[in-house]
Structure formats: structure tokens, C-alpha cells
């Protein structure tokens, strides 16, 4: 049963920065065996995808909206999930999700978290 834990959500004044965690547990599988990703879902808008890492941190993809302020990675040792976000703008205000699945997409992932709250204040 896929398990995802988010944390690092709050609220910080825009330009600044957070870092997001997702703790993943996949057993009898290994986190190594699933590809990831982060959501973001704000009010009254569509949930739309973030950034997204495959299984060994080759190939990742990202948001237009985010390219160059966010960074995605992983550490498949430790389980883990990041997502670094950088001069934070109010847009970027949003419940941000993390996701997996055993298959590398853009677009769809099968396991999610209950998510943590970003807010950035102008």
C-alpha cells in the first residue's frame, strides 16, 4: 500500500522560499521503483502539475509557470520527495500535492498525499 506524507507547507512573504518534503512508503516495493511528481490544486482553479522526476532523477519536467524558481529531486535512499521553490510569487498560493506511480507521466499518477497548504503573501 502506497503511503505519501507531505510537509514544509506555510506561509512566507513573496520572493522568498520553502522547501517541500513528501515521505513516500511503497512496500514491498522500493521508492526507487516509482516515479513522482507534485501537484498543485489552488481555489477555484483546476489541480495542475508542478513538476514531475522519474525513477533515477534523469528526466524531469516543469510547469512554464515554475521553470527556473522550483526545483524537483529525490532521495531514493531515504524515501524522500523534495520540491524547492524560490522567489515564490502570491500565484504560487496553492494545497500542493505528491504523487507516484510505478509509470514515468507527465499528467497521470495513481497514489497521492493528503497535501500541505502554500500561501505567499504580497
Known amino acids: 500500500q502506497v503511503h505519501l506524507v507531505e510537509s514544509g507547507g506555510g506561509l512566507v512573504q513573496a520572493g522568498g522560499s520553502l522547501r517541500l518534503s513528501c515521505a513516500a512508503s511503497v512496500p514491498p516495493f522500493t521508492f526507487s521503483e516509482y516515479a513522482a511528481a507534485w501537484f498543485r490544486q489552488a481555489p477555484g482553479k483546476a489541480r495542475e502539475i508542478v513538476a514531475t522526476?522519474?525513477?533515477?532523477?534523469?528526466?524531469?519536467y516543469y510547469l512554464d509557470a515554475v521553470k527556473g524558481r522550483f526545483i524537483i529531486s529525490r532521495d531514493n535512499a531515504k524515501n524522500m520527495l523534495y520540491l524547492q521553490m524560490n522567489s515564490l510569487k502570491p500565484e504560487d498560493t496553492a494545497f500542493y500535492y505528491c504523487?507516484?506511480?510505478?509509470?514515468?507521466?507527465?499528467?497521470?499518477?495513481?497514489?497521492w498525499g493528503q497535501g500541505t497548504q502554500v500561501t505567499v503573501s504580497s
Open positions: 522526476i522519474d525513477w533515477t532523477a534523469d528526466t524531469t
Open positions: 504523487a507516484a506511480d510505478r509509470r514515468y507521466s507527465v499528467s497521470e499518477y495513481s497514489y
